[in-house]
T-cell receptor, first 109, second 112 residues
Framework: RKEVEQDPGPFNVPEGATVAFNCTYS??????FFWYRQDCRKEPKLLMS???SGNEDGRFTAQLNRASQYISLLIRDSKLSDSATYLC??????????FGTGTRLKVLA | NAGVTQTPKFQVLKTGQSMTLQCAQD?????MYWYRQDPGMGLRLIYY???????DKGEVPNGYNVSRLNKREFSLRLESAAPSQTSVYFC???????????FGPGTRLTVT
């Protein structure tokens, strides 16, 4: 089993749709969780940190379920500019971070 | 405030040649990382430096060496490049363990 698993997609959704991504992790000792966005051939950029209480930033909501060891990202009212690959990242507790392979999102006009 | 910078942006090497990828950060971060990204593989950790003066192997260290020159700079060296090292290389830094990482723009390396 991979340490961090994501559905690779692609998710093709129309503009205005709501889309949700899930990510599962295997290390129960992990304490920090993140969603990054990566555009084609560019560096990953931090989208959101994920907190135990859940957090929201505009159209984006992130949730953490420690008992089931998964994190989620919800995007409401999708825009064309949201088209990208979304990476789930989990810390290993020893300065190292484990990256999922990413979920591709394409928002269609 | 440039964040994390990497040089060069692109490089083509012949098998057996050597080169050094440079990375610098101006955020006074303690930890720095080198990753490679291949299609369908996600980011894989090559080496990291938890703090100035320390370096440790990551998931795929074979064929690479690193130097943490000072707090700002962390270089990655390929002593004898192989076609399997064709990849996109990203440098990242973080203030401390568990903090968010900031990435440089990447180096696209092709080994023929």
């Amino acid at each position: 089993r991979k340490e961090v698993e994501q559905d690779p997609g692609p998710f093709n959704v129309p503009e205005g749709a709501t889309v949700a991504f899930n990510c599962t992790y295997s290390n129960s000792a992990s304490q920090s969780f993140f969603w990054y966005r990566q555009d084609c051939r560019k560096e990953p950029k931090l989208l959101m940190s994920v907190y135990s209480s859940g957090n929201e930033d505009g159209r984006f909501t992130a949730q953490l379920n420690r008992a089931s060891q998964y994190i989620s990202l919800l995007i409401r009212d999708s825009k064309l500019s949201d088209s990208a690959t979304y990476l789930c990242v989990v810390d290993s507790g020893t300065y190292k971070y484990i990256f999922g392979t990413g979920t591709r999102l394409k928002v269609l006009a | 405030n440039a964040g994390v910078t990497q040089t060069p942006k692109f490089q083509v090497l012949k098998t057996g040649q050597s080169m050094t990828l440079q990375c610098a950060q101006d955020m006074n971060h303690n930890s720095m990382y080198w990753y490679r990204q291949d299609p369908g593989m996600g980011l894989r950790l090559i080496y990291y430096s938890a703090s100035e003066g320390t370096t440790d192997k990551g998931e795929v260290p074979n064929g690479y060496n690193v130097s943490r020159l000072n707090k700002r700079e962390f270089s990655l060296r390929l002593e004898s490049a192989a076609p399997s090292q064709t990849s996109v290389y990203f440098c990242a830094s973080t203030a401390g363990t568990g903090d968010e990482q900031y990435f440089g723009p990447g180096t696209r390396l092709t080994v023929t």
